[in-house]
Structures are given as structure tokens and as C-alpha cells.
């Protein structure tokens, strides 16, 4: 088992700035990469970014390339996301989720392992 924790969600306004964290535990061995997934209110949980634990190479949305950016410290077995330039379209429950193989990154059920959320909410 992994377990997930997200922290560093919150209010901001639009154009502001905000770096989530996921710390992973457990049999973290067993992960191949992360990936940071949101939900909005009544709408499907959609792909945002992806990490290789191996070597750093990442994946992004195409709504969010040039304004988020996932980054790991295997030390820490600690994976960020840094979202700058926030739009009130951004609102949604961030989850961090960890894979133990390959494939695409973009489908949120090959992944095995999910922390619980943490809500970022951009004003207009």
C-alpha cells in the first residue's frame, strides 16, 4: 500500500500562485510515477500532470502547459505541483495519485493509489 496526503490548497485570486505538495508512504518502491488529477463540481475527475520518479520526465494537460509545473524530491518521496497564473476556471479538488507501471498517464484509472483532495478555489 501507498497512502497519499495533499496539503497547500487554499484561496487565491486570479493570477496568483499556489504549490500543492502530495507526501508519499508506505511501499513507495512499488510507484512509477505520480500525477495530479481535479475535479470540479459536476464534472468529470480530468488529468492535470504527471512525474516519472526515475527520471523527472513529465506530462501536462494542454490547459494548464506553461502555467503548472510538477516537480519530485525522491528524498522526500515528495511530489509538487506549482500552479501560477490561476484562472477561476482552476476551482476543483486537487488529488494526488500514484501508478506502479507505465502506460498512459492521462487516465485516472490506472492509477492505483489516492490521497483525499485538497480544494484550491481562484476568485474572479
Known amino acids: 500500500q501507498v497512502q497519499l496526503v495533499e496539503s497547500g490548497g487554499g484561496l487565491v485570486q486570479a493570477g496568483g500562485s499556489l504549490r500543492l505538495s502530495c507526501a508519499a508512504s508506505?511501499?513507495?518502491?512499488?510507484?512509477?510515477?505520480m500525477g495530479w488529477f481535479r475535479q470540479a463540481p459536476g464534472k468529470e475527475r480530468e488529468f492535470v500532470a504527471a512525474?516519472?520518479?526515475?527520471?523527472?520526465?513529465?506530462y501536462y494537460a494542454d490547459s494548464v502547459k506553461g502555467r503548472f509545473r510538477i516537480s519530485r524530491d525522491n528524498a522526500k518521496n515528495t511530489v509538487y505541483l506549482q500552479m501560477n497564473s490561476l484562472k477561476p476556471e482552476d476551482t476543483a479538488v486537487y488529488y494526488c495519485a500514484a501508478r506502479t507501471y507505465s502506460g498512459s498517464y492521462y487516465r485516472h484509472f490506472e492509477y492505483s493509489y489516492w490521497g483525499q483532495g485538497t480544494q484550491v478555489t481562484v476568485s474572479s
Open positions: 512525474i516519472r520518479w526515475s527520471d523527472g520526465n513529465t
Open positions: 508506505g511501499r513507495t518502491f512499488s510507484s512509477y510515477a
